[in-house]
């Protein structure tokens, strides 16, 4: 790869702010792979819920990284990196540049710092400690977790399965505390140099008649066949993706269509708006673009 030359560029915004029709129109004209930086998109049971490209709109540009996943498990930010590293690796030995998507921050914000280098667990020891939460409860776990690593312990709000099991299964399988991984220097994956990030720009307002308007074609399109077919057990990272639980709950007679449609657009926008308060904090040095044209001035700028 030439020096300096920026052949890693990095659209990112909030859910239904048009990165993705932007990106397609970038690389349609540019020749780059779209890479997908979204943690929903990447699992392969919901292209309708998770809003993935169409099967027109793949192929129209080279898509990598959408629906490459079971759902089972969460996508960690490691686990992207080195996923998200070999696709734009492979890109430029094909001389194109790679872009990257999405509005998932923590992902573009590894990429351009990198994360520390916390060895691979074992699946066995994350199943057995996945088991013992749900055996323990919360409450039992957290002390446990807390007596390991209180300062991991110490940053998890009441609730986050995820994030509790993650802490206790680095502690088990490395026999060092994820708190104390996460002080290593941390080199970036690619110099800083070589990365244009950018962002979408989009009025608030604007941004939640999109998400309203995106949930209504959503089910639409069969979202609720797509929640119907899914097999995976109730643990499975895939069924917290917006609309899964309200659907589901829809399906079991729980709540009725107008409910569950007002909870997942009602969800959708607090998504929205949080994706905007950390672009807005964690992204301020990426180019504003509001149209292909200002995407294109920048990367020849």
């Keep these: 790869m030439e020096e300096k030359k920026r052949t890693i560029w990095l659209l990112g915004g909030p859910t239904a702010s048009g990165k993705s029709a932007l990106a397609l129109l970038l690389a ?25 490209p169409s099967m027109e709109e793949e192929a129209r540009a080279e898509h990598r990284l959408y ?24 890109a430029h030995a094909r001389g ?30 994350r199943q057995g400690i996945s088991a013992e939460y749900d055996g323990q409860g919360e409450a039992v776990f957290r002390q446990a977790l807390k007596a390991a690593d209180p300062d991991w312990e110490a940053r998890i709000k ?44 989009v009025e608030r307002e ?11 074609r959503m089910f639409e399109a069969g979202a609720v066949e797509e929640v119907r077919a899914l097999s995976l057990p109730p643990e499975a990272a895939v069924r917290k993706v ?4 309200q659907i589901s709950a829809m399906l079991a007679g729980a709540v009725t269509r107008d409910e569950a449609l007002y909870d997942i657009r009602l969800q959708t926008r607090h998504y929205a708006k949080r994706q905007m308060t950390w672009f807005r904090n964690q992204y301020r040095d990426a180019a504003t673009i509001t149209r292909i044209e200002d995407a294109m001035e920048r990367l020849h700028g």
């Design 158 to 201: 009441p609730g986050d399965r995820q994030r509790l099991i993650r802490g206790m299964e680095v502690w088990r399988g490395t026999g060092r505390a994820l708190s104390s991984w996460q002080q290593e220097v941390v080199i970036p994956p690619y110099p800083p140099d070589t990365i244009l990030a950018l962002q979408v720009a």
């Design 96 to 125: 194109r540049p790679a872009l990257v998507v999405g509005g998932t921050g923590l992902y573009l914000r590894v990429l351009r710092e990198g994360i520390a280098p916390i060895p691979d667990i074992d699946p066995q020891v």
């Design 28 to 52: 349609e004209r540019t020749g780059a792979v779209i890479i997908n930086a979204d943690s929903q998109q990447v699992y392969a049971p919901l292209r309708i819920l998770t809003a993935r």
């Design 206 to 216: 604007r941004l939640y008649r999109n998400c309203d308007a995106r949930v209504a």
């Design 242 to 245: 917006i609309g899964v639980p």
């Design 67 to 90: 629906g490459v996943l079971p759902g089972l498990e969460a996508c960690s930010a490691g686990k992207w990196l080195e996923l998200v590293k070999r696709e734009i690796d492979a």
